[in-house]
């Protein structure tokens, strides 16, 4: 193979896809579309990647979808398959964010919470991706992780480190 797979996408499961879209939307800043409206909802978080310099790259961002856990779609089969509900315990997967230079983890923690998220962690300094990061569960059941920039000499004052 000379060139790899490429991860262009993440769907996150929901009971309720217009009011995922809309949470994801009011805790981000994203563009959530309806495709179509209550069935499957894409998250679109706009503008590119940043070059070194700070202007923006070719390369838009990956968009993140919310599905319909009663009836995933695509699937080949109109009426969908099993199961129908949304993981409740145990590991699923985790969605990691980085948090822009223009906004904070306080402000999403504290948006998401008003709107039904459970505070995960806080304040939390990963030494081995130089990161700092805190985490929510969003009102269904999924694990989303931010993740803050350090710099070159990071001092996290009262984090936990690992």
């Not at 262009?8 to 009011?19: E, G, M, N, P, R």
């Not at 080949?76 to 949304?86: F, Q």
């Amino acid at each position: 193979m000379t060139y790899p797979n490429t991860l262009i996408f993440v769907d996150l499961a929901s009971d309720d896809t217009a009011a995922a879209g809309k949470f994801y939307a009011e805790v981000f800043g994203w563009t959530n579309e309806g495709r179509p409206e209550g069935m499957y909802h894409r998250l679109v978080p706009g503008e590119n990647f940043l070059n070194k310099d700070g202007s923006q790259s070719q390369i838009g961002n990956l968009h993140l979808g919310i599905f319909d856990a009663k009836n995933a779609r695509p699937h080949p089969l109109a009426e969908g398959v099993e199961p129908r509900e949304l993981v409740s315990s145990g590991r699923k997967a985790r969605i990691w964010i980085l948090v822009s230079d223009d906004d904070s983890h306080e402000r999403i923690l504290k948006a998401a919470e008003e709107r039904g998220a459970t505070i995960l962690w806080r304040d939390h300094y990963w030494k081995e991706f130089n990161g700092f990061n805190h985490a929510f569960e969003d009102p269904w059941g999924n694990e989303i992780l931010l993740w803050v920039k350090t710099g070159d000499q990071p001092v996290p004052p009262e984090y936990t480190r690992e």
